[in-house]
């Protein structure tokens, strides 16, 4: 019963790609539970892929977005910005039944739709948070939980699990992302500036700054003046690497170290920001036990990963061999498959 923001500051780095391929694995070996995809995002890219992809998804996306209930995340948000201190119960009907638009996607995962309105309406969260009743920013970054709480009791309480795909941006809805969920994602891709994203990611949610006394975020300093509980990091994941040859697969990987390096310095100093997992393993005591457990690399699958995204076909149920793509004959051969399934597997195992 855990809910996972899948984050981080930069753009680009396989949010919404590793949100749509590890719900998807998540949900195929974990058919006992209900998996819940709550997409944040005002570019909707894991709805349109979880949707059926580029044509089918897309013309889903439309649909649901012209529908009268809009039953996307803005339709909700749209709800509680005319209630935003009374909680109005009314988020069950907000999330769809995924397999009953894309056949490859598992039945038992359900999405609430990204919608290009959120944009619109940040301005009007903000002011819901801002002044109104002493604690207005504590309840309006409840909103998302109060949206969680509906569906699941909908379910009658069965077992689930939730991922939550963000914008980069530091935005209101990323906040309300953060606050609802207990557990963070942190995909990355390895350039240069991935660093810097990272330790903006620590900064933004935990306060962890270079130098003393650097200003805070709001984000950070409410969190702890309302005791809302911060997500902890869960996994870091080295996305997209590619591996033309030996000597770019060495480059990526230690661009990945790098980063590992500036985590674990964190994990010495601050244990308490990270989510030991599975639950009862014993805290990591070597930086490579740290490694072990908290990071991750996904390959790029070239273009079996371009045909999954484009069709809304999990990888890991895609299968080798010629296929249409926009009106296109592709080809998907093994070998790309097998650089990045076994990734995705391994990521999905290891989330509780
Ligand atoms: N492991 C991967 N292998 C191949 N392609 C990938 C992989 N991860 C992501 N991509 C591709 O890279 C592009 C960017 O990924 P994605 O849209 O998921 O990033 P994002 O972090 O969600 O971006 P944004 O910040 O705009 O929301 C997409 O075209 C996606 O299909
Ligand atoms: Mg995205």
């Known amino acids: 019963m855990s809910i996972y923001s899948i984050w981080n500051n930069k753009g680009g780095v396989g949010k919404s790609y590793l949100t749509f391929q590890v719900a998807a694995e998540y949900a195929r070996i974990h058919p006992e539970k209900r998996v819940l995809v709550i997409d944040l995002c005002p570019q909707a890219n894991s709805s349109s892929m979880l949707l059926g992809g580029m044509q089918a998804g897309e013309a889903n996306l439309n649909r649901i977005h012209l529908g009268v209930p809009r039953l996307t995340v803005s339709g909700y948000i749209e709800e509680r910005i005319f209630s935003p201190y009374v909680n109005p119960k009314s988020g069950a009907r907000f999330a769809l039944q995924v397999h009953q638009f894309n056949f490859p996607v598992p039945s038992n995962l359900f999405l609430v739709v990204g919608d290009e309105q959120l944009e619109i309406q940040a301005s009007r969260v903000n002011a819901a948070a801002f002044p109104g009743p002493q604690d207005a920013w504590r309840i309006v970054h409840t909103w998302i939980s109060d949206l969680i709480q509906d569906i699941v009791t ?9 991922f ?8 209101i809805y990323t906040e309300l992302a953060l606050s609802a969920s207990d557990r963070l994602i942190v995909p990355f891709s390895a350039d240069g500036s991935s660093k810097r994203a990272v330790r903006a990611v620590l900064a933004l949610i935990y306060g962890v700054t270079r130098q003393p006394g650097q200003q805070q975020s709001e984000f950070h300093t409410n969190s702890q003046r309302f005791r809302m509980a911060q997500p902890t990091l869960y996994m870091y994941v080295g996305n997209r690497l590619t591996q033309y040859n030996q000597a770019s697969g ?11 390096e500036e985590i674990f310095a964190v994990w010495q100093t601050n244990s308490n920001l990270f989510c030991v997992h599975p639950s009862g393993a014993p805290a990591p005591t070597s930086k490579r036990a740290f490694k072990q457990m908290f990071q991750y690399e996904v390959n790029d699958a070239n273009t079996a990963s371009v045909v999954s995204g484009t069709l ?36 999905a195992a290891a989330i509780e």
């Open 164 to 171: 939550i795909d963000c914008n980069p941006s530091f935005s």
């Open 312 to 347: 809304g076909v999990p990888i890991s149920g895609l299968s080798s061999g010629r296929t249409q793509v926009l009106g296109k004959d592709v080809v998907v051969n093994q070998s790309q498959l097998d650089k990045q399934v076994p990734n995705i597997r391994e990521l």
């Open 250 to 260: 060495a480059a990526f990987k230690s661009v990945v170290n790098e980063i590992g």
């Open 154 to 162: 909908s379910w009658d309480n069965a077992d689930h699990t939730v």
